[in-house]
Structure formats: structure tokens, C-alpha cells
């Protein structure tokens, strides 16, 4: 008998050590491929009052693919030229705080591509407005093509103080929006066009979490007296 009731006590033991383990609750929302200037609410669950959160992660991911700079140079000389095509990208929310407890640097994520080149003199072609020439006085740069998108992914732990938002029932939002992020410089007498470059986000929230020790204590003395059970009926 007392050794049935030692042998209930430990397996209530272990099984109360076993939950003590951090359980990893992983949301992810997409953003769909789109052009700059999109904003979309991302919808997350609230981690229930029966846990104890460990830590909060957020990583925020974008890709960005397109995008083009072409210039012309009109001038007698070789000119250099240069370009930045790409996305920049935010999260914000009104219902929880998004902070690491210092500068927030995954907050605002920027995906570009930059390039220097060379255009070549002219090659006679209209002076004084951009031609399509794809001859030596012409340069472009492309942003990758959407199979070989460019990824740029960061993330942070939230802080402690601002975990309280993120514990109770239902939802809350984060708010998705982005710009597109494009210029071109250039030493010599050219003229250019541009289209935007494209892309698509993902967000990622995971917690870490440990039930309350009030559930862990029913955890323990509920497979404990299930335990017994089996092995009372079998020496009954």
C-alpha cells in the first residue's frame, strides 16, 4: 500500500516536471505579394491566464522582388550613375505595446537593392529626354525576380514590462503598412524612368510559456490518481 502511494507521489512528481517545460505557441500571418502603399491588420491570439509567459519573440520578415531604374545619358562623356529599389515596411498596434525596451529596431524593416554603373556616352539618339536605347548609353537596374525574391527577416523579444497586453482572451492587432523605398543619383547629363519593385511580409509571434502552478498541481494529481487507478484495478 505505501509503496503504491510512493510510486503515485513520484509519477505526480515527474509529470509536474514535465509541464514545468516551456511550451512553444508559434502564430504566423502572411502578407500577400502587392505593390508599396498596402496596409493590412494582422490578427493574433491572446495567451491564456492558465500560463506563465517566459518570453514573447516577434520576427518580421519581408521579401521583395521587381522594381527597375533605367537611364539615358544624353551627354558626350561616360556617365555614373546609381539607383536604391526596394520596400520599407512597419508594424504598428493600438492594443498591444511592440517594444524590446529600447529603439523597437525591427519595428521598421528596409529591403532594398542599391548598384552603381556606368552609362556610356550617347549614342545619338533625341538629346534632352530619356530613350529606350539598350545601346552603351544606356544602364538599368532590376530588382530579383519574384522566384529569387530578396528576404530580409529580423527579430526581437518583447520586454518584460509589456507583457501583460499580450495575456487574457481573444484577439488583438498589429497593423502591417509599406512604402516603396526608390532614388537614383547620377554625375552626367541623364534623364531616367522607374516602376516600383513588389513584395510580400510574414509575421511571426511566438511565446514561451509554462502553465500557473495552481494547473500544474492538477496536471500532477490528476495523472497521479489516474496512475493508481489503472494499478488498483489491476491488483484488485
Same mark, same amino acid.
Given at each position: 500500500?505505501?509503496?503504491?502511494?510512493?510510486?503515485?507521489?513520484?509519477?505526480?512528481?515527474?509529470?509536474?516536471?514535465?509541464?514545468?517545460?516551456?511550451?512553444?505557441?508559434?502564430?504566423?500571418?502572411?502578407?500577400?505579394?502587392?505593390?508599396?502603399?498596402?496596409?493590412?491588420?494582422?490578427?493574433?491570439? @491572446?495567451?491564456?491566464?492558465?500560463?506563465?509567459?517566459?518570453?514573447?519573440?516577434?520576427?518580421?520578415?519581408?521579401?521583395?522582388?521587381?522594381?527597375?531604374?533605367?537611364?539615358?545619358?544624353?551627354?558626350?562623356?561616360?556617365?555614373?550613375?546609381?539607383?536604391?529599389?526596394?520596400?520599407?515596411?512597419?508594424?504598428?498596434?493600438?492594443?498591444?505595446?511592440?517594444?524590446?525596451?529600447?529603439?523597437?529596431?525591427?519595428?521598421?524593416?528596409?529591403?532594398?537593392?542599391?548598384?552603381?554603373?556606368?552609362?556610356?556616352?550617347?549614342? !545619338?539618339?533625341?538629346? !534632352?529626354?530619356?530613350?529606350?536605347?539598350?545601346?552603351?548609353?544606356?544602364?538599368?537596374?532590376? !530588382?530579383?525576380?519574384?522566384?529569387?525574391?530578396?528576404?530580409?527577416?529580423?527579430?526581437?523579444?518583447?520586454?518584460?514590462?509589456?507583457?501583460?497586453?499580450?495575456?487574457?482572451?481573444?484577439?488583438?492587432?498589429?497593423?502591417?503598412?509599406?512604402?516603396?523605398?526608390?532614388?537614383?543619383?547620377?554625375?552626367?547629363?541623364?534623364?531616367?524612368?522607374?516602376?516600383?519593385?513588389?513584395?510580400?511580409?510574414?509575421?511571426?509571434?511566438?511565446?514561451?510559456?509554462?502553465?500557473?502552478?495552481?494547473?500544474?498541481?492538477?496536471?500532477?494529481?490528476?495523472?497521479?490518481?489516474?496512475?493508481?487507478?489503472?494499478?488498483? @484495478?489491476?491488483?484488485?
Amino acid at each position: 500500500m505505501r509503496y503504491r502511494q510512493g510510486l503515485c507521489a513520484v509519477i505526480g512528481s515527474v509529470l509536474i516536471m514535465f509541464s514545468c517545460r516551456g511550451q512553444v505557441i508559434t502564430q504566423t500571418r502572411e502578407v500577400v505579394p502587392h505593390l508599396p502603399g498596402a496596409s493590412r491588420t494582422l490578427s493574433f491570439d @491572446r495567451v491564456s491566464e492558465e500560463f506563465m509567459l517566459q518570453s514573447i519573440q516577434l520576427i518580421f520578415s519581408t521579401w521583395m522582388y521587381g522594381g527597375r531604374i533605367e537611364w539615358d545619358n544624353d551627354s558626350e562623356e561616360s556617365a555614373t550613375v546609381g539607383g536604391v529599389i526596394g520596400t520599407k515596411a512597419s508594424l504598428t498596434s493600438t492594443d498591444v505595446t511592440l517594444s524590446d525596451g529600447s529603439q523597437n529596431p525591427w519595428i521598421n524593416v528596409i529591403n532594398t537593392s542599391t548598384a552603381t554603373l556606368q552609362a556610356g556616352p550617347t549614342t !545619338g539618339d533625341a538629346l !534632352g529626354e530619356f530613350n529606350q536605347t539598350f545601346e552603351a548609353d544606356h544602364a538599368v537596374l532590376s !530588382g530579383p525576380q519574384q522566384a529569387l525574391a530578396q528576404k530580409v527577416s529580423v527579430s526581437a523579444y518583447l520586454a518584460p514590462e509589456f507583457w501583460s497586453d499580450f495575456i487574457g482572451s481573444g484577439v488583438f492587432s498589429i497593423n502591417y503598412r509599406d512604402w516603396q523605398s526608390q532614388s537614383s543619383w547620377t554625375d552626367g547629363a541623364t534623364y531616367s524612368i522607374s516602376t516600383p519593385s513588389a513584395g510580400y511580409a510574414g509575421v511571426s509571434l511566438i511565446y514561451t510559456a509554462v502553465p500557473e502552478p495552481g494547473t500544474l498541481t492538477l496536471i500532477g494529481l490528476s495523472g497521479a490518481l489516474v496512475f493508481c487507478g489503472v494499478i488498483r @484495478r489491476k491488483t484488485a
